[in-house]
């Protein structure tokens, strides 16, 4: 569930990842690159100028710029920004020349140490590897960049064994999956002024995402549960995007995708042979404002989406109905900033807040609200670090079956350790109160541990 919509109001969520294909080459280029790289330093380092008589004098060498990568002027491991470094500088010489190759793994585990459907432990993963190639440096085409991503994940027996509605782990997936998850094409035009993509797209990395919940775990602080059909994680599709900014605070955008994941079509196994699968499409469209300073508080965005989902369907209650639409709001403010910090810094605690609203309960549900606090740099020296407490609230359209519950509240906490620029490990704690998929059961109370390597 990527999270990288260029707009300027927040982060991207998902690291991408290489078709395999391509490794074998990389491999040659980054050999190639490092013999290279210490022919040249050798020569510069030993080159002496002559003397006004002749005499040739060794000049003294230059300072060695750090890098990350080992041997002599290398930085500790510990203090690389990604754990497999420069590659020896071919990593440098790649991004220079418009290729940047990038990758992570992500490991939740949890333990249900009260209710749920079981009182176990198990464990997520997902691998994701991405390249980005960067037209304008390689073809000389302004604006343009070409993005692939590759991931392939683990997850348990039962996907979720909480028994919630509101998953405890955006990572939890129907079964294992190893595919191309997006592979498109973006233009930016007018100085980005308008932003255009087209291809294989995670529909969440562009639309109902705020950058307050990007380190919750919960699904629901990802996308509302009412969020009926849209592409994503492990289901992204075929699609276009634009996003049209009027200014530099405020923007227009919408999408259009290949709907038939809403009719159980795995689209993320699907690649370019046919652009729609069946008659099904999803329709989805957002607008958004953005400030640097309100009075007292620094800055802060919200937005506000509307979406279709085309199809015939069948809500809980037995009734059919020919689509179904929705509509979502996001907001997060910065309240307190650091002492000392500059109005620019992101540092400090926020309040967010978001809903959800679907016109038919095809899901379970119709209503969801939620939102929490975020802290970013939590102490003096932990500047890195964040912790966060999110609340979400969803409700089963026409009450409770039998015996059953009729709404569901959840509750998170947790604190984020970045031990090094590429390793954090996250504890993390969720209550969820009736759970709607555990009928029988008051409350359940899971443990988690995220760990993420970016490699």
């Not at 191309?180 to 291809?199: N, T």
């Not at 592409?231 to 955008?253: C, D, K, L, Q, R």
């Not at 652009?275 to 404002?289: I, K, M, N, S």
């Not at 965005?301 to 069948?314: E, I, K």
Request: some cysteine; charged content about 15%.
């Amino acid at each position: 569930m990527g999270n990288d919509g260029g707009d300027g109001l927040g982060p991207g969520l998902e690291a991408h990842a290489p078709i395999g294909g391509c490794l074998h080459g990389g491999t040659a280029v980054i050999v190639l690159a490092g013999f290279l790289g210490a022919g040249i330093n050798a020569a510069a380092l030993g080159a002496a100028q002559p003397t006004a008589d002749g005499t040739a004098i060794k000049e003294a060498a230059p300072a060695i710029e750090q890098r990350d990568w080992f041997g002599e002027g290398g930085r500790p491991w510990w203090a690389w920004q990604q754990a497999t470094g420069d590659w020896g500088g071919a990593r440098t010489w790649l991004e220079d020349a418009g290729v940047t190759v990038e990758g992570s793994y992500t490991l939740d585990w949890f333990s249900i140490w009260k209710g749920g459907l079981d009182k176990t432990a198990g464990s997520y993963g997902l691998l994701q590897v991405d390249a980005t190639l960067d037209f304008e440096k390689l073809l000389g085409i302004s604006g343009g960049s070409f993005f692939v991503d590759v991931q392939s994940n683990d997850v348990p027996e039962t996907p979720d064994p909480s028994g919630a509605f509101q998953t405890i782990s955006w990572l939890a997936a129907p079964e294992h999956v190893t595919e191309v998850d997006e592979a498109w094409y973006e233009q930016r035009l007018f100085e980005d002024g308008l932003r255009l993509k087209i291809g294989k797209i995670d529909a969440n990395t562009e639309f109902d995402l705020m950058p307050a919940t990007a380190n919750f775990l919960n699904l629901s602080s990802s996308i509302s549960p009412t969020a009926f059909g849209m592409p994503t994680y492990p289901n992204p599709a075929m699609g276009f995007v634009f996003f049209v900014h009027p200014s530099e605070h405020s923007y227009i955008s919408g999408g259009i995708f290949d709907g038939s994941g809403a009719e159980g079509v795995e689209t993320g196994a699907i690649g370019f042979s046919s652009l729609f699968r069946a008659d099904e499409f999803y329709a989805v469209g957002q607008g958004g404002l953005s400030w640097e300073r309100v009075g007292e508080l620094g800055a802060g965005h919200m937005s506000l989406g509307g979406w279709y989902q085309s199809g015939d369907f069948v809500e809980t209650d037995g009734s059919d109905v020919n689509g179904v639409a929705g509509m979502y709001f996001l907001g997060q403010q910065q309240v307190l900033r650091r002492p000392g910090a500059a109005e620019t810094d992101d540092q400090g605690l926020y309040v967010f807040a978001q809903a959800g609203w679907a016109s038919a309960a095809v899901t379970n549900t119709n209503w969801q609200a939620g939102g929490g606090l975020l802290l970013n740099g939590t102490f003096p020296g932990r500047d890195d670090d964040s912790a966060g407490l999110y609340f979400s609230w969803t409700q089963l359209d026409g009450g409770a079956p039998d015996g059953g519950n009729a709404d569901e509240t959840v509750m998170e906490l947790y604190y984020r350790i970045s031990i090094t620029p590429w390793l954090t490990v996250q504890p993390d704690l969720q209550v969820i109160w009736s759970p709607i998929n555990a009928p029988d059961v008051d409350s359940t109370v899971a443990g988690l541990l995220r760990i993420e390597v970016v490699f």
